[in-house]
């Protein structure tokens, strides 16, 4: 028999209402679950306790209201833990921020708060967003629940393990370059970044504040819109945040012009990810989709253009913890090495590693040469998928060259930033992206999951959901 903490939210929402569990036996059924594989999968940094008002309150309104009541109500979710929730800790997976107290919910708790939902705890992640692995966290790494021997993938690998193994029905992450749809890919759930400004980033600690979105790691791609559902929207506390329906709707039908830019896909691919790839485009071919070529020249270099912009605009935004204004403090002989001794000892080699690259590219002499050609680049690469969105609906890619890799083996900065190959140009060109399960490939005897990744134009993510749902009926 199904477990209530194995079910999707959409399940688990039809049972609460059908009274064949209470909102006390869920939240149960993912605290003992989450006690139990925690300690192995170190998935979240904290556990909370129950929050009885808000578990009576959730169980009052699923009663008085039935199938009127959010679809959140009563679900017990699992947080990034650089997403603000007032009076908790929000580390950031740093030091630097390692007893930091949130002031205030973010919008998007605020949001999932009015809908009913229920918050396990704050989930690891590479330290302030920086990482395909989990490995840079300060507190250790989270381990994949298909085989604890690897990555759960980064930077939201926390949540994606306590969603895979069924510590929380949900979970919120955030995206820089892929750190939603990355580790979704990982342990076989779906992860959507949406349309830069559809979800406010009031309350999220910021890594590159041009690229940044909050977005939902789910078992389903109906569990995912319901997150995403209930967290979008304008927010007078972010500037960049816009209403929804500002983009024009496109005029779906039954079936999807599928662009691949098949250029693109001639090496760095593992085999057998590429031959999923190609039996997932079968399938939907099958269905009545139409598989048409796409050519996006510029996103060979969408990798470099990232990995200026980013770290630039990471190096501004962390510039606040110095020991003076923020975060942690050390004091030495002198001023300056108050701050040396603050930020040497708060950031971690890897959160160290792109402050310095993101201050080179930005300094004097060297802007015009990599950052503002970067800009050049990211204006081009964008201009090109709105082209080839005149041919196609969605572009689908791999979500990653190969499927989760053991900890230590990309230990060189460059393997690991390749994870990222497919999925930094919907963060570039802020368009929507999903990555939904296509499947399994073989490794050291295991069956790990690997995903397909299909990009929208911005405010296209009902095509998202249209063709994840038929990759994965």
Same mark, same amino acid.
Request: with cysteine; glycine share 10%.
């Given at each position: ?11 688990? =929402? ?54 009127? =009541? ?17 009076? +908790? ?41 920086? %990482? ?37 029905? %949900? ?25 830069? %400004? ?13 690229? *940044? ?15 995403? *559902? ?39 691919? *593992? ?81 160290? +590693? ?36 005149? =041919? ?15 900890? %230590? ?65």
């Amino acid at each position: 028999m199904t477990k209530p903490n194995e079910l999707s939210i959409t399940e688990a =929402a039809r049972a609460l209402r059908a009274g064949e569990f209470s909102v006390r036996e869920l939240w149960d059924a993912c605290a003992l679950a989450a006690r139990e594989r925690n300690p192995e999968l170190n998935a979240y940094l904290e556990l909370f306790e129950a929050d009885e008002e808000a578990i009576a309150s959730a169980q009052k309104r699923i009663d008085e209201e039935g199938d009127g =009541a959010p679809m959140l109500c009563g679900i017990p979710l699992a947080i990034k833990d650089n997403i603000m929730i007032e009076g +908790r800790v929000a580390s950031a997976a740093s030091k630097m921020l390692e007893n930091h107290r949130a002031a205030y919910d973010a919008t998007v708790i605020k949001k999932l708060k009015e809908a009913g939902a229920l918050f396990v705890g704050r989930t690891n992640l590479d330290e302030f967003a920086m %990482g395909s692995s989990t490995e840079s966290s300060a507190f250790g790494p989270s381990r994949n629940p298909y085989d604890t021997s690897r990555v759960p993938g980064g930077s939201s690998g926390g949540s994606a393990s306590a969603v895979a193994a069924h510590m929380a029905l %949900g979970a919120l992450g955030t995206d820089t370059g892929g750190s939603i749809r990355q580790p979704a890919a990982h342990t076989g759930l779906v992860g959507l970044k949406p349309t830069y %400004g559809a979800v406010s980033r009031s309350g999220l600690i910021a890594l590159g504040s041009s690229l *940044d979105q909050a977005g939902p790691l789910a078992k389903t791609v109906a569990d995912a819109k319901a997150i995403f *559902d209930a967290i979008r929207g304008a927010d007078p506390l972010d500037a960049t945040s816009v209403p929804n329906g500002l983009y024009a709707p496109r005029a779906l039908s039954q079936t999807l012009r599928i662009g691949v830019p098949r250029h693109l896909l001639e090496s760095g691919i *593992d085999e057998d990810v590429k031959a999923s790839f190609e039996a997932a485009l079968a399938v939907l071919q099958k269905a009545g989709h139409q598989i048409v070529d796409v050519s996006l020249p510029t996103s060979s270099y969408a990798l470099p253009v990232y990995y200026v912009i980013m770290p630039a605009e990471a190096s501004t935004n962390l510039a606040r913890y110095d020991g003076i204004r923020y975060g942690l403090a050390k004091r030495g002989e002198t001023l300056l090495s108050d701050y040396i001794e603050s930020r040497s000892k708060g950031f971690g080699p890897e959160t160290r +590693r792109r402050i310095l690259l993101g201050t080179f590219v930005l300094s004097s002499g060297y802007i015009d040469a990599y950052y503002r050609k970067a800009h050049a680049a990211r204006t081009l690469l964008t201009s090109e998928y709105g082209a080839a969105f005149e =041919a196609c609906d969605v572009i689908a890619f791999p979500t990653t060259p190969s499927p989760a890799f053991k900890f %230590g083996e990309k230990s060189d900065p460059v393997s690991m930033y390749l994870e990222d190959i497919f999925t930094v140009t919907a963060n570039l060109t802020g368009m929507p992206a999903i990555s939904v399960p296509m499947g399994t490939v073989e490794r050291d005897g295991k069956a790990l999951p690997v995903g397909i990744q299909f990009t929208a134009p911005k405010g296209g993510e009902d095509s998202l959901f249209t063709i994840g749902a038929a990759v994965t009926t």
